[in-house]
C-alpha cells in the first residue's frame, strides 16, 4: 500500500539556523499537503502542493513538490522559537481516495 | 466561526470501561475523519465519513472500537472495553468536500488515559 515517509524524525537546530524535512512517497502523488502541531496542540494545515516541480513561500517557509511528485519538502530559514513543533506531510495517490500523513518531524529550536 | 469541536477533552478511565468521544464537525462539511496519535504509531486514520456514510474503516484496530455518525453534525468514537493500550490522543477531523484528500480542520482532540 502506499507508504509516506518523513525524515528526519527529530531536529535540534539554534535559533536562526535553516531547517529542511523532507517526505517520500512510494507512489505517485496527486497532491501533498503540510501541516504544523505544535506542543499539545492538534495539526493545523499550512499549504498544498498539486503541480509537478511547484514552489510556494510562506514568509520563511519554502514548500516544493518533486518533478516526480514522489517527493517534497518543507524548508525553514532561519528559525525561531516560535517554530517548534512537529512538521507532517500528508500525500494522496493519485487516483486515490485518502490522505497518508508521515510520522513527522519534530523540531526543537534553541534560543 | 467555530472549529471543529470534541468533547471531552480529557478522559481517565479504568480499563474494562466504556468510553464514548464525541465531534462536531465543521457546518457545511461533507467528509469527518477519527485519527488516533501516539509517541510510537503517530498519527493513525481510524475511521473517515462522507455524507454520515462510514467509506473506509480499514484503520480501526479492532471490534472494540465502534464509530457513528448519525447526522451531519455529529459524530461518536467509542471503545468497548477501554485497555491500556488504547491510551492516546485522539483527534477528529473534517473537510469542506466529499473528497479526503482535501485540507483537514482537526478539532483539539481528546487526550485518553486508560488506567
Known amino acids: 500500500g502506499q507508504q509516506v515517509m518523513q525524515i528526519p524524525q527529530y531536529q535540534h537546530v539554534q535559533e536562526g539556523e535553516d531547517f529542511t524535512t523532507y517526505c517520500n512517497s512510494s507512489?505517485?502523488?496527486?497532491?501533498i499537503q503540510w501541516y504544523k502541531q505544535r506542543p499539545g496542540g492538534h495539526p493545523v494545515f499550512l499549504i498544498q502542493?498539486?503541480?509537478?516541480?511547484e514552489v510556494k513561500k510562506q514568509k520563511r517557509l519554502t514548500f516544493q513538490f518533486g518533478e516526480a511528485k514522489k517527493n517534497s519538502s518543507l524548508h525553514i530559514t532561519a528559525t525561531q522559537t516560535t517554530d517548534v513543533g512537529t512538521y507532517f506531510c500528508a500525500g494522496a495517490n493519485t487516483g486515490g481516495f485518502k490522505t497518508i500523513f508521515g510520522a513527522g518531524t519534530r523540531l526543537f529550536v534553541k534560543a | 466561526d467555530a472549529g471543529v469541536i470534541q468533547s471531552p477533552r480529557h478522559e481517565v478511565t479504568e480499563m474494562g470501561q466504556e468510553v464514548t468521544l464525541r465531534c462536531k464537525p465543521i457546518?457545511?462539511?461533507?467528509?469527518l475523519f477519527w485519527y488516533r496519535q501516539t509517541m510510537m504509531r503517530g498519527l493513525e486514520l481510524l475511521i473517515y465519513?462522507?455524507?454520515?456514510?462510514?467509506?473506509?474503516d480499514s484503520g480501526m484496530p479492532e471490534d472494540r472500537f465502534s464509530a457513528k455518525m448519525p447526522n451531519a453534525s455529529f459524530s461518536t468514537l467509542k471503545i468497548q472495553p477501554s485497555e491500556p493500550r488504547d491510551s492516546a490522543v485522539y483527534f477528529c477531523?473534517?473537510?469542506?468536500?466529499?473528497?479526503?484528500?482535501?485540507?483537514?480542520?482537526f478539532g483539539p482532540g481528546t487526550r485518553l488515559t486508560v488506567l
Open positions: 502542493l498539486v503541480k509537478s516541480g
Open positions: 507512489t505517485t502523488l496527486s497532491n
Open positions: 477531523a473534517s473537510t469542506p468536500t466529499r473528497t479526503s484528500t482535501d485540507t483537514q480542520y
Open positions: 465519513f462522507n455524507n454520515n456514510v462510514p467509506i473506509d
Open positions: 457546518s457545511g462539511h461533507n467528509s
